[in-house]
DNA sequence: GTTGTGACGGGTC
DNA sequence: CGACCCGCCACAA
């Protein structure tokens, strides 16, 4: 295994299971991870998120950011990928208020 | 133990 | 609306 990697910790193991829980056509935030696990914060949550090596197995596209942005997705705060998350949510009738923009009331 | 960084959130201007 | 600031927690060096 290469140095770069290395094994999640009890933390991010709880956040990537968290996320594994929330069924398609919804989203949830940072915030609300973070609440569930009752461990960290939003500022945690993404930090393990974006290292997130469960990658599409777990969900990560189905969390969004408190204002209803999508955040970032593969590491990528804005570009294709963001993009792309975007295309996912919609294709799985994720409401939209605008390009760029979920619904508040798809937050799970 | 200290410092810097980050896919955040809320408040202020 | 956007831009800016501060606080928050977890992690790596």
Do not use: W
Not at 11 to 35: C, N, S, W
Not at 38 to 48: H, L, M, N
Request: aromatic share 8%; proline share 7%; charged share 25%.
């Amino acid at each position: 295994m290469n140095a770069e990697s290395r094994q999640p910790t009890d933390f991010e193991m709880a956040v990537y299971d968290a996320v594994r829980l929330v069924p398609a056509g919804k989203v949830t935030t940072y915030g609300k991870i973070a609440e569930r696990i009752s461990r960290g914060t939003a500022r945690s949550v993404g930090t393990a998120l974006a290292k997130n090596p469960y990658a599409p197995e777990v969900p990560c596209h189905r969390v969004v950011r408190a204002d209803g942005s999508l955040g970032g997705f593969y590491g990528e705060t804005s570009g294709p990928e963001i993009e792309r998350k975007e295309k996912m949510l919609v294709r799985e009738q994720v409401p939209f208020i605008k390009q760029g923009k979920v619904d508040p009331v798809a937050f799970y």
